[in-house]
Structures are given as C-alpha cells and as structure tokens.
Nanobody, 120 residues
Framework: VQLVESGGGLVQPGGSLRLSCAASGSVWNINIMAWYRQTPGYQRELVASIRDGGSTNYADSVKGRFTISRDNAKNTMYLQMNSLTPEDTGVYYC???????????????WGQGTQVTVSS
C-alpha cells in the first residue's frame, strides 16, 4: 500500500484546510486509516481515525473542529480542519493498517507527510 498526502500549507488562525490521502496498491486489505501529526520535540500523535465500517475517533484537542472521512470508491481519506489554531501546526501523516492474512496479522503503512502551518 502506498499513501500520498496533499493539501497542506500555510493558513491564518481561524482558517480551514482539507488534507487528502490517496491510497494505492492492495487497498482492499486496509482496515483502519488515520491522521497523525508531529511537531518538533514531540511524539507523533493520533489526530483522528476511521474504520472500514465508518466509525471515527478523534483526539480531544480536535473534536468539534476536524472531520475525518473516507471515500472508498476513490481510495482516498480526507481530514477537514476548521477553526485552526497555531497549536495545530505540524507535519500531518496519513496512516493505514492492513490485515494481511486469515490470522489477522497486520502491516502498518505511512505516507511521507504534509506540512500544516497555522500562523498570522
């Protein structure tokens, strides 16, 4: 599975951005997809995740502001980010977990990351 993010950039506080993650390869094995972000000096943190069935999970810091979605027909995941603050600045990574055999073994995949900068 290959993951390619797009949509990052510079935005003013209070603004919005939509990130996209296009998946290719053995996408039919993907179970969970997620967005992580990393800022200098901090560990990579989970921002939001979405399961194959559509259930979602959000970090407390983004609840009510960010929306994760998935278009299975396009093999693409999105992150709509509204009311952005400087604390949302970081590199955002697309993440996917594939189930690779009947025993349920999994493989993790990462995109290359896209920079989001929130600044006036």
């Amino acid at each position: 599975v290959q993951l390619v993010e797009s949509g990052g950039g510079l935005v003013q506080p209070g603004g919005s951005l939509r990130l996209s993650c296009a998946a290719s390869g053995s996408v039919w094995n993907i179970n969970i997809m997620a967005w992580y972000r990393q800022t200098p000096g901090y560990q990579r943190e989970l921002v939001a995740s979405i399961r194959d069935g559509g259930s979602t999970n959000y970090a407390d810091s983004v609840k009510g502001r960010f929306t994760i979605s998935r278009d299975n027909a396009k093999n693409t995941m999105y992150l709509q980010m509204n009311s952005l603050t400087p604390e949302d600045t970081g590199v955002y990574y697309c993440h996917a977990i594939s189930i690779v055999n009947i025993e349920g073994s999994t493989v993790q995949h990462w995109g290359q990351g896209t920079q989001v900068t929130v600044s006036s």
